[in-house]
């Protein structure tokens, strides 16, 4: 993953959040996100962060006019707390190692940011922002459950060693990574995170 025409948009910013310090977290987190999931695949580009008040949820953006780049759209909760938007470049940021171009992130991928963006709020946020959203603590918990089960040394890497997209992932490509789980939890892996919370109020009480 490469950075690229690197720019910032939106007439906001958090109070004191230069567009340096913006591109220096990018940069560090980035880093950290591939030293525990392996690395980033060369076919995209991080081009944009932009800070837009009208979205309610932080996620990747792909623009037409910029094949293969990545637009990281923050929320307008992040324009209020440099804590809040590093929380959401955490979480964004783990999903650019494997960009999918759509909405097709699963369950295994959106546990794996959320998991990320926790204990990175723990590390270097002090905890001073917590995660609220009942279906990401939901995959995030599956995704423990499957580091658990794994009974393998970086299950992610090993993975991704297969199939460098986790939104690509199949029960084979687990076979071929010597990653045997039960039949349940995988299937929740895999399933795509919009069926996910479509069928959370049915699945919870599996979880």
């Not at 567009?19 to 081009?47: H, K, S, T, Y």
């Not at 637009?71 to 964004?92: C, M, N, P, W, Y």
Request: one cysteine or more; proline letters at 4%.
């Amino acid at each position: 993953m490469r950075i690229e025409n690197f720019q910032i948009q939106g007439n906001v910013r958090p109070d004191g959040y230069t567009d340096e310090m913006i591109l220096n977290d990018v940069r560090c987190i980035r880093v950290e996100v591939e030293r525990r999931f392996g690395a980033a695949v060369n076919e995209w580009a991080i081009g944009v962060i932009a800070f837009d008040p009208e979205e309610e949820q932080p996620h990747l953006f792909y623009p037409f006019s910029r094949p293969r780049t990545v637009i990281i759209k923050l929320t307008g909760q992040a324009l209020f707390s440099v804590d809040f938007a590093r929380f959401q470049l955490a979480h964004e940021l783990v999903h650019c190692i494997n960009p999918s171009g759509a909405n097709l992130s699963n369950v295994l991928e959106e546990g794996m940011a959320t998991c990320f963006q926790q204990s990175y709020a723990t590390k270097m946020l002090k905890g001073r922002v917590r995660l609220g959203n009942k279906k990401y603590i939901a995959a995030r918990k599956v995704f423990n459950k499957f580091i658990k089960k794994s009974k393998v040394h970086d299950p992610i890497v090993r993975l991704r060693s297969v199939e460098p997209y986790l939104y690509k992932i199949t029960h084979e490509t687990f076979i071929t990574a010597g990653i045997i789980l039960p039949q349940h939890l995988e299937s929740l892996l895999l399933m795509r995170f919009e069926d996910f919370c479509k069928s959370f109020d049915n699945l919870s009480a599996v979880l």
